[in-house]
């Protein structure tokens, strides 16, 4: 959710699209991430547990191969001194590596208790 607010931040503070040094289809998927970011919390909110899994693995997936891509192609690094994609990298190996043990949880019926 908070990297949510980040791209909210700057579609408010720099305009629709605001990546302009990046392509259009970069631009506009970051600006997404605005938005799309918000279902994984709100499927978690209501109850759609298993939604919210798989929506959060394909979200980041999507996420760092874009990023992996972009900085591969235009900022000539992909992880040396990228410090963003170090982390989030890190983030989508926690959740690769947590969803199968969410998605038993999930699945168990275990959430309903208490």
Not at 37 to 56: M, N, Q
Request: aromatic letters at 18%.
């Amino acid at each position: 959710m908070g990297v949510s607010l980040h791209h909210l931040y700057d579609i408010f503070t720099e305009g629709f699209l605001p990546y302009r040094g990046a392509p259009l289809f970069f631009n506009a998927f970051w600006t997404s991430l605005a938005f799309v970011d918000l279902a994984v919390p709100l499927f978690l909110a209501v109850g759609r547990f298993r939604l919210a899994i798989v929506s959060a693995v394909g979200i980041m997936t999507l996420d760092v191969c874009i990023n992996t891509f972009f900085a591969f192609k235009y900022r000539d690094s992909v992880y040396p001194g990228n410090i963003d994609l170090v982390a989030q990298t890190a983030f989508f190996l926690f959740v690769i590596v947590s969803a199968p043990l969410a998605w038993r949880w999930a699945v168990s019926g275990r959430q309903n208790v208490g």
